[in-house]
């Protein structure tokens, strides 16, 4: 059970990144099919993750509405801004009793490929443990979405599988920071 929290933890990170969340400015649609991302990171005892996500136009929209209200409960800070190269998303978000302050630098052309570079600075604030730690997210469009998949599915390592459209049903398993 441990393990699906960390997987699905990663997932809705993963997803308050991906195109379509309504935040100051609007990150471009993704093209509907099934996506690849592989998240690298350092400074974590995580190991390299590839996910995939079979997604269409109403989908990736439709994630604003599910994400949006989860990111609210656990962000004090959610900003992306469009710079010359991408867009640059900065966020302050705390669960479980950790806080962490994150800075996100997203190029690509949503098509075929994009990336995002995150850098993190995660606090415990009184049991006193801090982690910095680095991510880098590379998603490429595979194709047409698998058969018998829906847009919505993302296939976690591992072979779990979770729907963006039940998040709002999973929302409750987020521990909550206290404010």
């Known amino acids: ?55 269409d136009e109403t989908t990736d929209k439709d994630m604003s509405t599910a994400v949006s209200p989860m990111a609210k409960d656990i962000c004090s800070q959610q900003e992306i801004q469009k710079t010359a190269t991408g867009y640059v998303s900065d966020s302050v978000c705390g669960t479980a009793g950790v806080n962490v302050t994150s800075h996100a630098e997203i190029t690509g052309d949503f098509n075929s490929a994009y990336t995002v570079k995150t850098t993190s600075h995660a606090d415990r604030g009184s049991a006193g443990a801090v982690r910095d730690a680095t991510a880098t997210i590379e998603a490429k469009w595979l194709g047409p979405c698998k058969a018998g998949q829906k847009p919505g599915d993302i296939i976690m390592a591992g072979g779990m599988k979770v729907n963006v459209k039940d998040m709002e049903k999973l929302k409750g398993m987020i521990p909550k920071l206290p404010r």
């Open 1 to 55: 059970m441990r393990r699906q929290l960390v997987l699905f933890g990663s997932a809705l990170c993963l997803v308050a990144l991906l195109p379509g969340a309504a935040r100051a400015v609007d990150l471009p649609v993704r093209k509907a099919g099934l996506w690849e991302m592989k998240i690298m990171r350092t400074g974590a005892a995580t190991p390299e993750m590839t996910m995939q996500h079979c997604t």
